[in-house]
T-cell receptor, first 114, second 116 residues
C-alpha cells in the first residue's frame, strides 16, 4: 500500500533562518506531488506541484522553493524565513495523469516563525 | 476567483442531529471532479469521496451522504445522526483540466462541532 511521510511534525524557526521540509512517498511510482499551506488553521493554498523529477511549478510567488531530486521525494525550502511563512504545510501525492484521482496527504508540518 | 465556496464557516450541532455542509463550485470545464476531505484536530486530511461531473447519482456511505447537482453547481455533504467524532473541519475541493498537475482547488472549509 502507498504511504506518505512528512517531517518534521512541528518546527519553530527564527526569522531569517533557512527551512527544509521533506516528504517521501512509498508504494507508488511517478506520482504527482504537491505542497500546500494552510494558514491560520483554514483554507489550503497550493504552493508547488511536480509532475516529474526536476519538474517544479510554482503557484504563488513567495520566498519558498521546492525541489524533487528523486521520483518520490519532494522538498520545500527557504533561504530566509519570514513571519508570514508560519502555517501548516501539507505534502500530498496523486496518481500521475490521474485527473480523476484523489490526493493523499501527509501528516503535515506545523511551522512557527518567531 | 474562488472556485469552491463553502459559505458555512462554522456549524455547531448536538449529537444525533443531522447536518448538511454546503459546497458550491465554479468551472467552465465539462469534465471535472469533486471531492470531500475531513481534517480532524490532528491535522491530516482524510479523503472521503470523489465524484466526477458525469455522475450525478447521489451516494450514501453509512451515515454520510452526498448530493451532487450540476444545475446548481453544488456538492453538498450530509451527516446523519452526527457523533462527537465527526467534529472536524470539512473541505470540499475541485479538480479540473490538466492545469496545476491536476491539483485540487480547496474551499475554505467548514468547521463542524458536535457536542454531546
Amino acid at each position: 500500500s502507498q504511504t506518505i511521510h512528512q517531517w518534521p511534525a512541528t518546527l519553530v524557526q527564527p526569522v531569517g533562518s533557512p527551512l527544509s521540509l521533506e516528504c517521501t512517498v512509498e508504494g507508488t511510482s511517478n506520482p504527482n506531488l504537491y505542497w500546500y499551506r494552510q494558514a491560520a488553521g483554514r483554507g489550503l493554498q497550493l504552493l508547488f506541484y511536480s509532475v516529474g523529477i526536476g519538474q517544479i511549478s510554482s503557484e504563488v510567488p513567495q520566498n519558498l522553493s521546492a525541489s524533487r531530486p528523486q521520483d518520490r521525494q519532494f522538498i520545500l525550502s527557504s533561504k530566509k524565513l519570514l513571519l508570514s511563512d508560519s502555517g501548516f504545510y501539507l505534502c500530498a501525492w496523486s496518481v500521475r495523469h490521474g485527473r480523476n484521482t484523489e490526493a493523499f496527504f501527509g501528516q503535515g508540518t506545523r511551522l512557527t516563525v518567531v | 476567483a474562488q472556485k469552491v465556496t463553502q459559505a458555512q464557516t462554522e456549524i455547531s450541532v448536538v449529537e444525533k442531529e443531522d447536518v448538511t455542509l454546503d459546497c458550491v463550485y465554479e468551472t467552465r470545464d465539462t469534465t471535472y471532479y469533486l471531492f470531500w476531505y475531513k481534517q480532524p484536530p490532528s491535522g491530516e486530511l482524510v479523503f472521503l469521496i470523489r465524484r466526477n461531473s458525469f455522475d450525478e447519482q447521489n451516494e450514501i456511505s453509512g451515515r454520510y451522504s452526498w448530493n451532487f447537482q450540476k444545475s446548481t453547481s453544488s456538492f453538498n455533504f450530509t451527516i446523519t445522526a452526527s457523533q462527537v467524532v465527526d467534529s472536524a473541519v470539512y473541505f470540499c475541493a475541485l479538480s479540473e483540466g490538466g492545469n496545476s498537475g491536476y491539483a485540487l482547488n480547496f474551499g475554505k472549509g467548514t468547521s463542524l462541532l458536535v457536542t454531546p
